[in-house]
Structure formats: C-alpha cells, structure tokens
T-cell receptor
Framework: ETGVTQTPRHLVMGMTNKKSLKCEQHLGHNAMYWYKQSAKKPLELMFVYNFKEQTENNSVPSRFSPECPNSSHLFLHLHTLQPEDSALYLC???????????????FGSGTRLTVV | QKEVEQDPGPLSVPEGAIVSLNCTYSNSAFQYFMWYRQYSRKGPELLMYTYSSGNKEDGRFTAQVDKSSKYISLFIRDSQPSDSATYLCAMSSILTGGGNKLTFGTGTQLKVEL
C-alpha cells in the first residue's frame, strides 16, 4: 500500500462518545499533520508532528488529542465533541529537509466526521 | 484580513477554455507556493509547486507567482471536464520547532462543461 491512508472514511458519533481517527503513511516522510476542512472555510491546521515530536498545536480544544507513536502513524483521539466539530479531518505527511523547503504535503482522503 | 484570499466561485467554463485561478496573500514570510486539486470526497493532491517569482509550466498547467504584488495564479489551458474540481492555493512558512505549515485559501470550485 502506498501514500497516506486514513481510517475510518466516515464516522458518526454522539457527543459523549470517545473515538479515534487513524492515519498511516507509507512514504518515509518525517512530518505528519492533522487538518480540519469545513464547508466554505480554508483548511485549518490543527497539529504538526516532526520526527514524532509535536511542534505545533494551533490552539485546538483539548477534546481533540493527537498521538504520534512513530513517524509513520498518527492518531486523533476524540471525546465529548460538539456538533460544530463535524467536518472532514485530513491527515497529511511531508519530508522536512530542515532547510524550510516545503515540498508539498501528501494528503489522505480524510475522515468525514459527523457529531450528533 | 485573511492571510490568503481566494474567490470561492463556482466558476463554470466550456470545454477547451483557458481557466485563470488566483490568490492574494498578505504574509511576506510565505516562501513556497502551491496549487492543490481536490475532487469530491478525496483529499487534496499537489498540482504545482513554485518558489520564486515567475512562471512554471507543467503540461496544460502554468503557475505564476508575483511576490512584489503578493499574487499567485494558476492557468489551465484546453480545460477538460476531468479538470472539474476545487482548486486550493497554499503557501508555506517555516515552523520554529521543525516542519512547515501550509496556509490555504478557501478553494475555487471549477466546473468544465461539455
């Protein structure tokens, strides 16, 4: 399998549930990202991991909890979400060459989350 | 003011037309400029990537960057129905902790009609 794989593709959860989103990349990249995509809004950066260390938390509410056990896997743990958290959650990876060069991200197909 | 401004469209053109998509930005720290294409129910895929001001061509696609005006464009020649998608501009900046951050426009929805 190649590229960036996200599971599940669709998720419906109640506001009191706990669920996790999974992302796996097979590209040998060292940086991984979570983005949120809502209708009519730009993609919103949530978290950045570089060599499995978190380097950015874009003021994300604590009901979203990321985990990066290694450079190939990224999780987003969800608990007590709100209906306004319904969106497409995209995982991406990139190769950080340390020079600041951004060679573009490779995105997964996303998890469509609905909070009811 | 948003860091990146992009007209959301929708933009509808006939097959074979030249399409012009544009973004403006306000942050001078942006270093690299990209265009992504996103089909329905898919993640964005990288189309074009540029660094310096000027033009970069790849097949039917041309990316143009004008850093002095903080303006980037994507031109699609001989547009095809398969080009129907949402086009996102994105700009990168360095994160002090490592890695880089892409800031996206809202995306322009393009429909190429037969």
């Amino acid at each position: 399998e190649t590229g960036v794989t996200q599971t599940p593709r669709h998720l419906v959860m109640g506001m009191t549930n706990k669920k996790s989103l999974k992302c796996e990349q097979h590209l040998g990249h060292n940086a991984m990202y979570w983005y949120k995509q809502s209708a009519k809004k730009p993609l919103e950066l949530m978290f950045v991991y570089n060599f499995k260390e978190q380097t950015e938390n874009n003021s994300v509410p604590s009901r979203f909890s990321p985990e990066c056990p290694n450079s190939s896997h990224l999780f987003l743990h969800l608990h007590t979400l709100q209906p306004e958290d319904s969106a497409l959650y995209l995982c991406a990876s990139s190769q950080d060459h340390g020079s600041g060069a951004a060679y573009g991200y490779t995105f997964g197909s996303g998890t469509r989350l609905t909070v009811v | 003011q948003k860091e990146v401004e992009q007209d959301p469209g929708p933009l509808s053109v006939p097959e074979g037309a030249i399409v012009s998509l544009n973004c403006t930005y306000s942050n001078s720290a942006f270093q690299y400029f990209m265009w992504y294409r996103q089909y329905s129910r898919k993640g964005p895929e990288l189309l074009m990537y540029t660094y310096s001001s000027g033009n970069k061509e790849d097949g039917r696609f041309t990316a143009q960057v004008d850093k002095s005006s903080k303006y980037i464009s994507l031109f699609i020649r001989d547009s095809q129905p398969s080009d129907s998608a949402t086009y996102l501009c994105a700009m990168s900046s360095i994160l002090t902790g490592g890695g880089n951050k892409l800031t996206f426009g809202t995306g322009t929805q393009l429909k190429v009609e037969l």
